[in-house]
């Protein structure tokens, strides 16, 4: 009897502990959800600080970036896809910057899933890496998005009214900067 | 009955073991899609080493993915040695260390310092995992028959046949400079094999 009363007094903690705990996974962001909240800390580079249209220090979330639409991308410096499209991705932060229309409008940046911000930095130094990235140590990011496989990359659009969606995900695959461009200014209604 | 308690709180200890040492999602690169063997949490270290700090390298001649022999005496002299044990090929966190170490070349060449890789692998498992690597820069040794022998040298063949995920710098004259036997469900810190490079100039 007394075996039962301590196992049914353990349930309703257990329920507690994984719905509560920083460690259980949490689902997938999908399309037309809003981004889990995270905060990010802001740039210390000023052209990076800039570039997201972010001002003072401390700590953003990314509807605060300047922006119609912000493409975020999941990688891990350890990670071979997430190398070998590390070129391609330049290649699209390059075309949206060369672009007028789009200059303003769409911006990128990394998020470094289980990556120090040392490790960070050694692929934004191998691949120059133009656009900002982020170091998410202990995967504490990654968890909030899911434990998705890497490179993930996530379209949001921001709305006047500072209100936000996903409007489109995607696992590896990068198709190209063109291609993928296409997509997602058809997703945000740009095009 | 104190002894029926303590099960109890052993079982409810090991029930919400569950949800707070879940294993993170390691082995996260898409790269190896759904080839990767999910281990489940393991025994941070299971083995006890059997060199320290200061201690000459054990010397060791294994056979390379390249088809080459390789000695860890060849460098003597000649270049700061690391040896980077990992588990075993297609695990998760094994899958997602070596890729990094391939981007950073620069930093061991820096350095004056070559990559050893090795696991217990025989050499056709190693070919094929580490070809979803892109080209790999440095040698990937097979530590496979008699198996584990370098492993059991350097004291990190677990219980299971398996090596610890383990870092041993080397320096020029052979001496072990560094050792870091790592918790085998993570990865360790570039950062930290860098400075422990750094601090041999």
């Not at chain 1, 490790?119 to 899911?146: M, Q, R």
């Not at chain 2, 320290?52 to 056979?63: H, I, M, T």
Request: proline share 7%; hydrophobic share 40%; net charge positive.
């Amino acid at each position: 009897m007394r075996k039962l009363l301590i196992s049914l007094l353990a349930i309703p903690f257990l329920l507690f502990a994984s719905a509560s705990s920083p460690f259980a996974a949490n689902k997938v962001p999908e399309k037309g959800e809003v981004l889990p909240t995270i905060n990010l800390p802001i740039p210390k580079n000023p052209d990076e600080k800039g570039y997201l249209g972010l001002s003072g220090d401390g700590s953003f979330r990314i509807p605060k970036i300047k922006a119609k639409v912000v493409i975020v991308e999941l990688f891990s410096m350890y990670c071979p896809f997430c190398q070998k499209d590390a070129p391609k991705i330049n290649e699209m932060y390059q075309m949206i910057q060369d672009n007028p229309d789009l200059k303003n409008k769409i911006k990128l940046i990394g998020i470094g899933a289980g990556n120090s911000p040392y490790e960070v930095s050694v692929f934004k130094k191998t691949y120059s890496v133009p656009f900002p990235l982020f170091p998410d140590k202990d995967f504490i990011i990654h968890k909030a998005y899911g434990e998705v496989r890497t490179p993930y990359f996530i379209g949001v659009k921001i709305n006047e009214d500072g209100t936000h969606q996903i409007i489109h995900t995607q696992l590896g695959d990068f198709q190209g900067a063109e291609p993928f461009l296409e997509v997602i200014l058809k997703a945000a209604g740009l095009k | 009955m104190q002894k029926k308690k303590l099960a109890h709180l052993f079982l409810i200890l090991g029930v919400l073991s569950v949800f707070f040492l879940n294993p993170m999602a390691y082995g996260l690169s898409d790269a190896f899609k759904e080839n990767i063997y999910q281990m489940g949490t393991l025994k941070p270290i299971d083995s006890v080493l059997k060199v320290k700090v200061g201690d000459r390298a054990p010397d060791f001649a294994l056979s390379a993915v390249s088809g080459e022999k390789v000695s860890l005496s060849q460098y003597r002299g000649k270049k700061s040695v690391v040896l980077s044990f990992v588990p075993a090929a297609w695990t998760p966190v094994c899958s997602d260390q070596w890729p990094g170490y391939n981007i950073a070349k620069d930093i061991f060449d820096e350095n004056n310092a070559i990559l050893l890789g090795i696991t217990v692998d025989n050499l056709p498992t190693l070919f094929a995992w580490t070809n979803q690597m892109g080209k790999l820069w440095f040698p990937v040794l097979s530590d496979f028959w008699p198996h584990g022998a370098v492993a059991k040298k350097y004291g990190v063949l677990r219980s299971n046949g398996v090596s610890e995920r383990a870092l041993f710098v080397i320096d020029k004259k052979g001496t072990i400079r560094y050792i870091d036997v790592h918790d085998i469900n993570k990865r360790p810190p570039l950062e930290d094999l860098v400075n422990a490079l750094e601090k041999l100039k």
